[in-house]
């Protein structure tokens, strides 16, 4: 069988990219998931799953301070926006997940991010939320982030979309992301 290569942006670019944004425990993942799913082209980038692409010398975040693990921050961040725009030049609309609590980060963000507009959405249930729901997953962390609540809300408190997520159900946060941003779902 011959392989025929077939050009990938044949499709209209997509609507911009979702930065959902949140301190851990918010629900970045489960609603990344559940807004792409409400488009027919979609993808889910989830920024962890990027970082454990790494096999040797990874190096996740940490509350003391660790250079190699912020420089390694950007790295990823810097594959989720490659992602994102090859997605979106194909049609997708990707949907990345990441926790972005400095202005650095999401300026980064802004810049690196080519396909058309970036729509950045922060969940914020509340720190007390977030570490009740860090405890009742799967994925439980070991470190206790609720501090980035503080220091998103001092670095991004001038970011439009911050959506409290605390009593509302996947779908409706959902529903409140898709009111914010003006995005029309076109799938299921």
């Not at 980038?45 to 420089?71: H, K, M, N, T």
């Not at 997940?97 to 810049?111: C, K, M, Q, S, W």
């Not at 501090?147 to 001038?158: C, I, N, S, W």
Request: aromatic share 6%; charged share 25%.
């Amino acid at each position: 069988m011959a392989w025929t290569e077939v050009p990938v942006d044949v499709e209209p670019p997509a609507a911009g990219t979702v930065l959902l944004t949140g301190i851990p425990g918010s629900g970045k993942s489960t609603v990344a998931a559940a807004l792409a799913a409400r488009f027919a082209a979609s993808a889910h980038i989830e920024v962890d799953a990027l970082q454990e692409l790494i096999v040797s010398g990874g190096r996740w975040p940490s509350p003391d301070g660790d250079e190699e693990a912020d420089r390694q921050i950007f790295l990823r961040a810097r594959n989720a926006c490659l992602l994102a725009d090859s997605f979106a030049a194909a049609g997708f609309l990707p949907v990345i997940d990441d926790v972005v609590a400095r202005r650095a980060h999401l300026d980064f963000y802004r810049t690196t991010l080519t396909a058309g507009p970036l729509h950045r959405v922060v969940l914020a249930p509340g720190a007390a939320k977030a570490r009740e729901r860090n405890l009742a997953r799967d994925k439980k962390l070991t470190t206790d982030w609720s501090f980035l609540e503080a220091a998103m809300r001092e670095e991004l408190a001038d970011e439009k979309t911050w959506i409290d997520s605390a009593d509302l159900t996947v779908a409706e946060t959902v529903d409140a992301i898709l009111s914010a941003t003006g995005l029309t779902p076109t799938g299921p």
